[in-house]
């Protein structure tokens, strides 16, 4: 998590702005390109930069946040307005960098998976290792790039100074309260959907988010995209459990990533049908937005499927014991819910998917499981299953729907 700052980086960030004006405008410039370009020798498809003012956010975040719609996600209402005031979450900040990484791996098929009931959809940004370290790393060979850089600077133009380690460089990655989206999108990366996504014209909505804090009054970038979204509300329609209340606007309460990974309790009986046989996450809204058809498949290996996550079936992955399940999730994304609510989502899968006897020989291997919340949705999850065997016609309350295409 980030650090606590104290007096001593007001102090800090004084001597910082004052060392860094020392910089030319023109140097200023070339290094903004050259960050570009370091960029895509390091990944990224895209770098752009941006200030610090996010003050409609920070208004839109407190509305969002008295209606509850955080659910449980307390942390997204502490640290004050940190989140929507870069420069007091990190002291000196003056701009960001933002930076966006395609993640989507080839031959996934998400829609197919989604209609097969008997296997397991695990949202696509979760298949391979988890992304954290992997974008903070070449995140932070950028920021090493940049304070080289203008430490050559100083060399050449002999500015009597501290070094270059006095300018503020600080990388993040899910890993602090940064409102990562808006300052995508005023950086130039792309506008906010209507599914509160990223989306890019060329590249849809398939990719992760980086930032990285600098103290450097780098230019910034003036070709923001315009939103292109239009009459279209094929990602609102499409969700499972309804959770937009309007469009740019969800209510995390509702939403099945929420549910399957956040939430840490029981999952509400309304949205246990609705979810199918989602088991980590949802990528509905993305895969049926018309933007996806531009975007491009990663070339990042670690984004890989690891232990055809892409294609298991349900029963397979309901079967692993703990060691199992901790083995084969190392170093990924899925660890962070633990087991116990590993085998929750899963049961309700199982509850979902068209009866077997395989299904229900599953459910009552783990019938008594130690665990009150594992249990309450095996029971239901056979409940479930015996229904469908007396009424095997039953329809389930799905809304998968086909792309206008895919990438």
Known sequence: ????????????????????????????????????????????QQIGITDTDLQLEETRLHDWLEKGYQGDMAWLGEHGNKR???????????????????????????IRILKDGEKAYVSRYALGRDYHKL????????????????RDEESVRNIDSASAADIQQRAFVDSAPVMERPLAAKAGLGWVGKHTLILNPNAGSWFFLGEVYTSLALPL??????????????????????????????DARR??????????????????????????GCDDCQAICPWNKYANHSDVDDFSPR????????????????????????????????????????????????????????????????????????????????????NPNKRRKRKIKAPASQP
């Open 84 to 110: 929507s005031r870069p420069e007091e979450l990190v002291p000196g900040t003056q701009r960001v960098i933002c930076a966006r990484l395609d993640y989507l791996p080839a031959d996934t098929d998400p």
């Open 221 to 250: 970038d003036q070709d923001v995209h315009e939103d292109r979204c239009g009459d279209c509300e094929a990602c609102l329609k499409v969700c499972p459990t309804d959770a937009f209340t309007r469009p740019y606007e969800l």
């Open 135 to 150: 974008i903070r790393k070449r995140l932070s060979t950028l920021a090493k790039k940049i304070d080289d850089a203008v």
């Open 1 to 44: 998590m980030w650090e606590n700052y104290t007096h001593l980086d007001d102090i800090r960030a004084h001597h910082m702005l004052t060392h860094t004006s020392h910089l030319s405008p023109e140097f200023l410039q070339r290094l903004a390109n050259q960050i570009k370009q370091w960029g895509r020798e390091l990944g990224f």
């Open 307 to 390: 232990h055809a996550l892409d294609r298991s079936n349900l029963v397979d992955l309901f079967g692993w014991g703990e060691e199992e399940f901790l083995k084969r999730t190392e170093g990924s994304a899925i660890r962070r819910i633990g087991y116990e609510r590993w085998l929750r989502n899963l049961a309700v899968g199982l509850g979902n998917a068209p009866f077997s006897d395989a299904v229900v020989r599953a459910l009552e291997q783990k019938r008594d499981y130690p665990s009150e919340l594992v249990q309450e949705h095996v029971h239901w999850a056979l409940e479930q299953q015996s229904q469908q065997q007396q």
């Open 255 to 280: 939403c099945i990533s929420y549910l399957t990974i956040e939430n840490k309790g029981s999952i509400p009986e309304e949205f246990r049908e609705p979810m199918g046989n989602r088991v980590f």
